[in-house]
């Protein structure tokens, strides 16, 4: 089966870290272009960071220096590292895939999300 | 970044209603727009991709047009299942959504 699967979510305090999971079945992360998208509560959708299957990277300003997005081929696995988090980080996140389909590029998997707390 | 601006930010309708959204890209991006659904505490769906095309398995009472800055997501007769809130996305530079439009039942 198709699917992306995350982990790693939680309550944490301001000024902490943590580490995200999306671990994909069905093919491989390598060879697209993986997108975390991140939700605040009753808000919209942000991309905050995408790796592209080349091996370069995009972060959104509002987490350019804090975020870091990576990947493990062996595991079919990508990463998103958070640091020196912030309140407005309090989102739940998606892992997301982008597909070029035919006459245009669109997120056609999504995993189910998981949810990160940032609060004292 | 391309700012994306839906209309209304949120609509009543009845089961049977025909229903449309506007999206409005704050430049030109072609026809690199998506359309996405999402229902409460779940992931968004991809309904539409390239401005017009019906993504697989989406209904065809689901339809879409436009180019350029102005687009348009239609429901011809509403359905139970087609109450939540749909969001646009353009995937001409950095991606980012509209704030997204909540079908609500009327």
Not at chain 1, 8 to 37: D, E, H, K
Not at chain 2, 50 to 77: E, K, M, N, W
Request: some cysteine; aromatic content about 10%; charged content about 15%.
């Amino acid at each position: 089966e198709v699917q992306l699967v995350e982990t790693g979510g939680g309550l944490i305090q301001p000024g902490g870290s943590l580490r995200l999971s999306c671990a994909a079945s069905g093919f491989a992360v390598r060879s697209n272009y993986m997108t975390w998208v991140r939700q605040a509560p009753g808000r919209g959708l942000e991309c905050v960071s995408v790796l592209y299957s080349g091996g370069g990277s995009y972060y959104a300003d509002s987490v350019k220096g804090r975020f870091t997005i990576s990947r493990d081929n062996s595991q079919n696995t990508v990463f998103l590292q958070m640091n020196s988090l912030r309140a407005d980080d309090t989102a739940v996140y998606y892992c997301a895939r982008e597909s070029s389909l035919f006459r245009g590029d669109a997120f056609d998997l999504w995993g189910q999300g998981t949810t990160v707390t940032v609060s004292s | 970044d391309i700012q994306m601006t839906q209309s209304p930010s949120s609509l009543s309708a009845s089961v049977g209603d025909r229903v449309t959204i506007t999206c409005r890209a704050s430049q030109n991006i072609g026809n690199y727009l998506n359309w996405y659904q999402q229902k409460p505490g779940k992931a968004p769906k991809l309904l539409v991709y390239a401005a017009s095309i019906l993504h697989s398995g989406v209904p065809s009472r689901f339809s879409a047009g436009g180019s350029g800055t102005d687009f348009t997501l239609t429901i011809s007769s509403l359905q139970p299942e087609d109450f939540a809130t749909y969001f646009c996305q353009q995937s001409y530079g950095a991606r980012t959504f509209g704030q997204g439009t909540k079908v609500e039942i009327k």
